[in-house]
């Protein structure tokens, strides 16, 4: 029977650790042949307030070894607000505090649904573990400072995600809220037992670090290639869609990567906000006039040099070549395998522990054929 389970169930069933290791291993399957995803694709119409849009996005992958298929679903109400210079892309379904996302989960062996579960929890552990496999594979062995430019859920996920992988010692937080970096500094201090100092700048946040960290939903960026250090990894994955987040001359970067298991070469970029995918709009181009010129994303703004770290990881490509190289990393939470491989393990252990609701079986299977 399939198994119903909530965001607290995969609290208990799933830790970061667990994550990272299973996304390194979905990574490598897909470096290996053994894994393929659907990019994602979203459809956009006006909704029933004036400057506010219905955005629902679907994407999905699954895995030979694993045996399990995994799809996303996400219905939200899109809108976007500006204070001064800064732009955000904010999203709720029903109203603003609440969201409607979805993993469905499937066998490979016998086309059976095996879950149902929320995607809250499991995709800020998949981004950032995704991240942290990039981190591993692409830092300095010996990096242990984070500049973190953002001071949300994402900007926690990454820190406790990058310190499976790496020694951190020291994080440096800004977001323009003081009251919010304040309390990220104080929360984040007290879980990962070491310094985390909230600073008045982002120049100041990523001065001397050796991973710099893009948390924002800001949709200008957040990041200016003069302030790279020899030997700095930015990670970009805020709400500029990656390249977006940095301006500035980025050839100064020694390497532009993307944790991505879309084929960069045939993905279409449309807009919405979204770097990779596939977008369709319902309506006229008046109906979409709310949308800020600056929130539309073109391909032209991603590198054509652009290299995957599925492909470091399979030996293809090199990665860090000298210690000194300043690397970009771009589109952590863009890889749908990765979904499958964390729904995988919520389910496997909600199996072996008995949580989870059962639900009847008749209610997804039919005896009537397409």
């Known amino acids: 029977m399939p198994l119903l389970l909530s965001n607290d169930d995969a609290a208990q069933l799933l830790t970061l650790k667990e994550s990272v290791d299973a996304l390194r291993e979905a990574v490598a399957e897909w470096a290996a042949g053994d894994a393929a995803a659907i990019p994602r694709h979203n459809f956009f119409v006006p909704a029933a307030e004036q400057g506010q849009y219905f955005q629902f996005g679907i994407m999905s992958g699954g895995s030979k070894n694993q045996h399990l298929y995994c799809l996303r679903i996400m219905d939200d109400i899109l809108h976007y607000e500006r204070q001064g210079d800064l732009l955000t892309r904010k999203k709720y379904a029903i109203e603003p505090g609440t969201y409607c996302g979805l993993l469905l989960l499937f066998s490979t062996d016998n086309a059976e649904p095996l879950a149902i579960m929320p995607d809250g929890l499991i995709q800020h552990m998949r981004v950032a573990g995704e991240t942290a496999v990039g981190v591993d594979t692409l830092a300095n062995p010996d990096a242990a400072t984070i500049g ?11 820190a406790q995600a990058i310190s499976v992988v790496r020694d951190i010692k020291r994080i440096n937080v800004f977001s323009p809220t003081k009251e919010h970096r304040d309390e990220y500094a104080k929360e984040m201090s007290e879980e990962l037992g070491i310094e985390v100092v909230a600073v008045a700048g982002p120049e100041r946040a990523v001065n001397h670090a050796d991973i710099v960290c893009i948390c924002t939903d800001s949709l200008k960026p957040v990041f200016s290639t003069d302030w790279i250090e020899p030997g700095m990894l ?3 994955v805020g709400g500029g869609g990656g390249a977006g987040d940095v301006s500035g001359d980025k050839s100064k970067f020694a390497g532009d990567f993307a944790i991505s298991t879309d084929d960069l070469t045939s993905v279409e970029d449309r807009g919405g906000g979204y770097m990779i995918g596939y977008s369709y709009y319902a309506g006229s181009e008046d109906d979409f006039a709310g949308i800020p010129p600056e929130a539309w994303r073109r391909r032209d703004q991603r590198s054509t040099a652009t290299r995957r770290v599925l492909d470091v990881i399979a030996g293809r490509i090199p990665g860090r070549v000298n210690r000194e190289d300043a690397l970009h990393l771009f589109g952590g939470g863009y890889t749908s395998v990765g979904f499958a491989a964390l729904a995988g393990v919520v389910y496997r252990n ?7 609701q059962n639900l009847p079986l ?3 299977v039919q005896k009537i054929r397409d």
């Open 362 to 364: 008749d209610w997804f």
């Open 234 to 236: 930015v990670c970009s």
């Open 350 to 356: 909600a199996k072996e522990r008995g949580l989870g």
């Open 148 to 158: 973190m430019l953002g001071s949300g859920g994402m900007a926690r996920s990454f």
